[in-house]
């Protein structure tokens, strides 16, 4: 725990120390409870901001990154290679296969009783609470519904004789609705501890981004809505974008309400989304409690949309519509960050509270398109890592990672070897708050404490990361080149593991993909995938049907980041050993999956063949 304070070389408790003159203090402590304020991304690449070789301009993060009491991680990952699965790690600590999150709109964050789960997750914002702490959410939920009142609410309409509900409505009890995460049911911030949230379902523009939710069924909005490179309409041929609403819920008042937005959102959704952390900011100073803040930006997700001003700043500079958006989007989130950072500042809380910030996933596929918008180039870059989003190699999942903590980080370092991951921000909570899980469960990070006090370098082995990956490895990742499609990412279909008998005939992921990986101390890396089939071949019914089984690699990723050189059979005995823990790993996961805890592996929502042919198979996730 933190909480002690050196003073003229001794260790003191807090109570000893406010006996002591101000000017012998190493740290004051005003406030022993730590701030959190934790911040992420959405479809962001590694190389996307300036120290990695982005196009947009961000100061914010730079400043960030060079603070006297911050960290960039360089080795910063994602709890998975597409979106709610990660949104899961952030909440829980834990690898979101262990709630059976696999992939998008398939599975809610267990709630007791709810979507077949026998008992519930606990979050982030449980925890806190039982420290005194105010909290609130805001941005891209995606782990569930936000309501589901059905029609005669303000959520929905009725179901048109076509039988079809216009993008972003969902059928929900008779209607089409606003408020559901595809299919999912109820699941949104309250039930995870939070008093406060401003969230949208899931995916959603990065300007005025419910907007489209008022044009239908009848015209409802003299606002226009702001479409960037997507003017023409998209896919629609409308002027607006796909209906994504944002909803309001608070359980501090005497009756806990959830509604949607009566108006549309500001053009710039990061500062719509900090003005509500400005609010909570606010009342931890007039109720003198210390606050948790979880902000999930919807940039850079499709439909991407910067501000006209942030657009003209790029178009200046020779860049395509499509492009100026991108990187303004990016420009956005950096000063999004930068405004969180100077608003603790100025409410003089900055030097005891956490400030971090990361991405959900690597870059979109090129070309991409979703959300009822056309295929454009994704601007995105991996700073030359492997795959992309959907990829569980390292362009796919190491993502942005900076960690700003006065109370323990002393000096400013990049730290180009340690490997952090996004389930290490709740056990780092813990450690710091002094809380035990209160059900005794798994945790799949480990604390960054005592990383922070340099009690330790290099990673232990017994919390290696672990990250599992739904799609085949390579499976959207395709590139357009003048016009022709290739894709260079898929499972190869030989390997020096599969050559050499160490592939279990029978193995399969608790992840119920077709990727993993499994990263040990503060160099090498696991990657495994399921060798890659077309048409018949992929049906195991099909007599043309060949099992293409799976090969696993292993990697250092200190000299070959780019994850070139298999040394499996140059390390093989390294390598088994760290497989045979893998699977001891994944024995675990099975058992929290099981009805000895939360009991989710029995209720699915959508078949992997309903997302894969889903619209949001491309772009949604």
Same mark, same amino acid.
């Not at 991680?73 to 979101?96: E, L």
């Not at 990829?391 to 952090?420: C, H, M, W």
């Given at each position: 725990?933190?909480?002690?304070?050196?003073?003229?070389?001794?260790?003191?408790?807090?109570?000893?120390?406010?006996?002591?003159?101000?000017?012998?203090?190493?740290?004051?402590?005003?406030?022993?409870?730590?701030?959190?304020?934790?911040?992420?991304?959405?479809?962001?690449? $590694?190389?996307?901001?300036?120290?990695?070789?982005?196009?947009?301009?961000?100061? %914010?993060?730079?400043?960030?990154?060079?603070?006297?009491?911050?960290?960039?991680?360089?080795?910063?990952?994602?709890?998975?290679?597409?979106?709610?699965?990660?949104?899961?790690?952030?909440?829980?600590?834990?690898?979101?296969?262990?709630?059976?999150?696999?992939?998008?709109?398939?599975?809610?964050?267990?709630?007791?009783?709810?979507?077949?789960?026998?008992?519930?997750?606990?979050?982030?914002?449980?925890?806190?609470?039982?420290?005194? &702490?105010?909290?609130?959410?805001?941005?891209?939920?995606?782990?569930?519904?936000?309501?589901?009142?059905?029609?005669?609410?303000?959520?929905? &309409?009725?179901?048109?004789?076509?039988?079809?509900?216009?993008?972003?409505?969902?059928?929900?009890?008779?209607?089409?609705?606003? =408020?559901?995460?595809?299919?999912?049911?109820?699941?949104?911030?309250?039930?995870?501890?939070?008093?406060?949230?401003?969230?949208?379902?899931?995916?959603?523009?990065?300007?005025?981004?419910?907007?489209?939710?008022?044009? $239908? !069924?009848?015209?409802?909005?003299?606002?226009?809505?702001?479409?960037?490179?997507?003017?023409? =309409?998209?896919?629609?041929?409308?002027?607006?974008?796909?209906?994504?609403?944002?909803?309001?819920?608070?359980?501090?008042?005497?009756?806990?309400?959830? %509604?949607?937005?009566?108006?549309?959102?500001?053009?710039?959704? %990061?500062?719509?989304?900090?003005?509500?952390?400005?609010?909570?900011?606010?009342?931890?100073?007039?109720?003198?409690?210390?606050?948790?803040?979880?902000? /999930?930006?919807?940039?850079?997700?499709?439909?991407?949309?910067?501000?006209?001003?942030?657009?003209?700043?790029?178009?200046?500079?020779?860049?395509?519509?499509?492009?100026?958006?991108?990187?303004?989007?990016?420009?956005?989130?950096?000063?999004?960050?930068?405004? @969180?950072?100077?608003?603790?500042?100025?409410?003089?809380?900055?030097?005891?509270?956490?400030?971090?910030?990361?991405?959900?996933?690597?870059?979109?596929?090129?070309?991409? =398109?979703?959300?009822?918008?056309?295929?454009?180039?994704?601007?995105?870059?991996?700073?030359?890592?492997?795959?992309?989003?959907?990829?569980?190699?390292?362009?796919?999942?190491?993502?942005?990672?900076?960690?700003?903590? !006065?109370?323990?980080?002393?000096?400013?370092?990049?730290?180009?070897?340690?490997?952090?991951?996004?389930?290490?921000?709740?056990?780092?909570?813990?450690?710091?708050?002094?809380?035990?899980?209160?059900?005794?469960?798994?945790?799949?990070?480990?604390?960054?404490?005592?990383?922070?006090?340099?009690?330790?370098?290099?990673?232990?082995?017994?919390?290696?990361?672990?990250?599992?990956?739904?799609?085949?490895?390579?499976?959207?990742?395709?590139? @357009?080149?003048?016009?022709?499609?290739?894709?260079?990412?898929?499972?190869?279909?030989?390997?020096?593991?599969?050559?050499?008998?160490?592939?279990?005939?029978?193995?399969?992921?608790?992840?119920?993909?077709?990727?993993?990986?499994?990263?040990?101390?503060?160099?090498?890396?696991?990657?495994?995938?399921?060798?890659?089939?077309?048409?018949?071949?992929?049906?195991?019914?099909?007599?043309? /049907?060949?099992?293409?089984?799976?090969?696993?690699?292993?990697?250092?990723?200190?000299?070959?980041?780019?994850?070139?050189?298999?040394?499996?059979?140059?390390?093989?005995?390294?390598?088994?050993?760290?497989?045979?823990?893998?699977?001891?790993?994944?024995?675990?996961?099975?058992?929290?999956?099981?009805?000895?805890?939360?009991?989710?592996?029995?209720?699915?929502?959508?078949?992997?063949?309903? @997302?894969?042919?889903?619209? &949001?198979? &491309? =772009?949604?996730?």
């Amino acid at each position: 725990m933190w909480l002690t304070t050196t003073v003229c070389g001794g260790t003191f408790p807090p109570a000893v120390v406010v006996m002591l003159t101000i000017t012998q203090l190493t740290i004051t402590v005003a406030n022993p409870l730590p701030n959190f304020v934790f911040m992420m991304a959405d479809d962001m690449g $590694y190389g996307d901001w300036s120290r990695t070789g982005g196009l947009a301009d961000t100061p %914010e993060l730079e400043k960030m990154s060079n603070a006297p009491g911050a960290v960039w991680f360089q080795r910063g990952y994602a709890g998975n290679p597409i979106c709610s699965p990660t949104r899961a790690s952030v909440m829980t600590g834990r690898t979101p296969a262990r709630t059976c999150i696999y992939a998008v709109e398939q599975h809610i964050l267990c709630v007791s009783g709810v979507g077949g789960c026998a008992q519930g997750e606990y979050g982030l914002a449980n925890a806190t609470r039982e420290k005194g &702490y105010i909290s609130g959410f805001y941005g891209k939920w995606h782990l569930g519904s936000l309501s589901d009142r059905g029609v005669g609410s303000p959520d929905c &309409y009725p179901i048109p004789a076509n039988g079809r509900c216009i993008m972003g409505y969902w059928k929900k009890n008779g209607g089409c609705c606003y =408020g559901i995460d595809a299919q999912l049911d109820l699941s949104h911030p309250l039930n995870f501890g939070f008093d406060e949230f401003v969230a949208t379902p899931e995916c959603a523009a990065s300007a005025t981004t419910n907007c489209g939710c008022f044009f $239908y !069924p009848t015209p409802h909005n003299n606002t226009p809505c702001e479409l960037g490179h997507y003017h023409n =309409g998209g896919t629609t041929g409308v002027p607006y974008l796909e209906c994504m609403q944002y909803y309001v819920g608070n359980q501090s008042t005497p009756t806990t309400t959830i %509604e949607p937005l009566t108006f549309v959102s500001g053009l710039n959704d %990061e500062d719509y989304l900090i003005d509500h952390f400005e609010g909570l900011l606010r009342q931890s100073e007039q109720l003198k409690k210390p606050f948790l803040a979880v902000i /999930f930006f919807h940039g850079v997700h499709i439909p991407y949309v910067a501000t006209p001003a942030t657009r003209a700043k790029y178009a200046a500079r020779g860049m395509d519509e499509n492009e100026q958006d991108y990187w303004g989007t990016i420009e956005q989130i950096d000063g999004a960050v930068g405004r @969180v950072r100077r608003l603790l500042a100025a409410a003089g809380v900055a030097d005891h509270t956490w400030v971090s910030i990361t991405a959900d996933n690597g870059p979109e596929v090129n070309p991409a =398109g979703g959300q009822g918008t056309g295929n454009f180039a994704n601007p995105g870059r991996t700073d030359g890592l492997r795959g992309r989003k959907r990829d569980a190699t390292e362009g796919g999942t190491r993502e942005i990672s900076i960690v700003e903590f !006065p109370p323990l980080i002393k000096r400013n370092r990049v730290e180009a070897q340690y490997p952090t991951i996004t389930m290490d921000y709740m056990a780092t909570l813990l450690d710091l708050l002094d809380l035990p899980h209160p059900m005794g469960r798994a945790l799949d990070g480990a604390s960054l404490v005592p990383f922070f006090n340099g009690d330790v370098t290099e990673r232990p082995v017994e919390a290696g990361i672990g990250i599992h990956g739904s799609f085949p490895y390579g499976d959207t990742n395709h590139v @357009v080149v003048n016009g022709t499609s290739t894709n260079p990412y898929r499972c190869p279909v030989t390997s020096a593991s599969a050559r050499l008998g160490d592939v279990p005939s029978n193995f399969t992921s608790a992840g119920h993909g077709s990727q993993f990986s499994w990263a040990e101390g503060n160099h090498l890396k696991l990657f495994g995938c399921k060798g890659y089939c077309t048409g018949k071949n992929c049906n195991s019914t099909s007599p043309g /049907f060949k099992n293409p089984g799976w090969h696993f690699f292993l990697y250092n990723l200190t000299s070959d980041r780019a994850e070139t050189t298999d040394l499996w059979e140059q390390q093989r005995t390294t390598a088994q050993a760290m497989f045979s823990r893998f699977q001891e790993w994944q024995a675990s996961i099975v058992h929290s999956q099981g009805p000895e805890e939360l009991g989710c592996n029995a209720h699915w929502t959508f078949s992997r063949d309903d @997302v894969r042919n889903h619209d &949001y198979y &491309y =772009g949604g996730n």
